[in-house]
């Protein structure tokens, strides 16, 4: 069994940077046999977002609404990957969470964590 556990989060102001980090262990020796490592977002009352993706080759694939603000980085010899944040805005407030899996539309074979909070406000 892989857990995955993100961390980073907090209060930021609008225009601030936050680095997430998802750390996974358990059951598998490397990140680097999976294929899709995914960041997602939920906000209070709406559904779970997939904001960026990154493949085993490095390739990374953001949501529009991230694009050019949030950059998707990953360390297989430390099986953690990253979510950069910089330029954030209050609509960036939401709960973070990492998964990933074959799948490159909806790379989500693990459990859910208990994600990371970030808060975007003045």
């Known amino acids: 069994q892989v857990q995955l556990v993100e961390s980073g989060g907090g209060l930021v102001q609008p225009g601030g940077s936050l680095r997430l980090s998802c750390a996974a262990s358990?059951?598998?020796?490397?990140?680097?046999?999976?294929?899709?490592m995914a960041w997602y977002r939920q906000a209070p009352g709406k559904q779970r977002e997939l904001i960026a993706r990154?493949?085993?080759?490095?390739?990374?694939i953001y949501a529009d609404s991230v694009k050019g603000r949030f950059t998707i980085s990953r360390d297989n010899a430390k099986n953690t990957v990253y979510l950069q944040m910089n330029s954030m805005k209050p609509e960036d407030t939401a709960n973070y969470y990492c998964?990933?899996?074959?799948?490159?539309?909806?790379?989500?074979?693990?459990?859910w964590g208990q994600g990371t909070q970030v808060t975007v406000s003045s």
């Open positions: 998964n990933g899996g074959p799948s490159i539309l909806y790379p989500q074979q693990y459990g």
């Open positions: 358990g059951s598998i020796a490397s990140i680097a046999s999976i294929p899709v």
């Open positions: 990154i493949l085993r080759n490095g390739t990374p």
